[in-house]
């Protein structure tokens, strides 16, 4: 095994992010958010990019179809990256920046629900510029539609955790394992958020 990848340090990272998740606050925090969203019949919107756009699709799916209870409502739930035609529109005609803002547009209210996944969290930057911006424009909307924000991201928490009505930060700092951890914690956490949020709707009364 070469020394660059060590498979200790690599589940010693996930063992002490797990731990950290133990008593936390935003983590229960999502999951009152969202089961208030369910209760008001509002639309829960997913975004991500890269490997963030597959836990966007994966949480939407799991939100649509796995917190189903016989003789309960359903979430409304929707994943603004799976339109790949329109994903593709948008892009080509007006830029990256505005595939999630430009979707939005004409659905999002006051009782919906924008989550958003992201490593950094609209932090840093590469060859194309600022990360993530698609996801910060996408958010500017929500506060000006008076939607709620929730944000999955990881290091610092970049501009979701400052935008975000709460914010589930997977606490890593390391550079070699800091997007895998992050990525892959993500769904852990959002795995919970499903059950917790069917043994709610389960036990409502609505």
């Not at 095994?1 to 996930?14: A, C, G, N, R, V």
């Not at 996408?138 to 939607?147: D, G, I, S, T, V």
């Not at 997007?179 to 993500?186: N, S």
């Amino acid at each position: 095994m070469p020394e660059t990848f060590k498979l200790s340090h690599y589940f010693d990272q996930i063992t002490r992010t797990t731990n950290e998740f133990t008593k936390s606050k935003e983590l229960q925090e999502v999951i009152d958010l969202l089961y208030q969203t369910w209760e008001t019949g509002g639309t829960v919107f997913v975004m991500g990019c890269g490997g963030s756009a597959s836990t966007a699709t994966h949480f939407a799916a799991d939100l649509a179809k796995t917190t189903n209870v016989e003789g309960k409502r359903r979430f409304k739930a929707m994943a603004l990256v799976d339109n790949i035609p329109l994903v593709s529109a948008w892009t080509n005609d007006n830029g990256w920046g505005t595939v999630f803002r430009e979707q939005l547009e004409p659905w999002l209210t006051p009782g919906d629900v924008l989550v958003g996944f992201s490593v950094h969290g609209g932090g840093g930057s590469g060859e194309a510029g600022p990360w993530s911006q698609n996801l910060v424009a996408a958010m500017e909307l929500a506060q000006e539609r008076k939607a709620k924000i929730i944000g999955f991201s990881g290091f610092d928490g970049g501009a979701m955790k400052k935008m975000a009505d709460t914010c589930i930060v997977v606490p890593i700092t390391d550079t070699t394992y800091g997007t895998p951890v992050v990525e892959g914690y993500h769904c852990v956490l959002t795995h919970a958020i499903i059950f917790a949020l069917k043994d709610l709707i389960k036990n409502s009364k609505s």
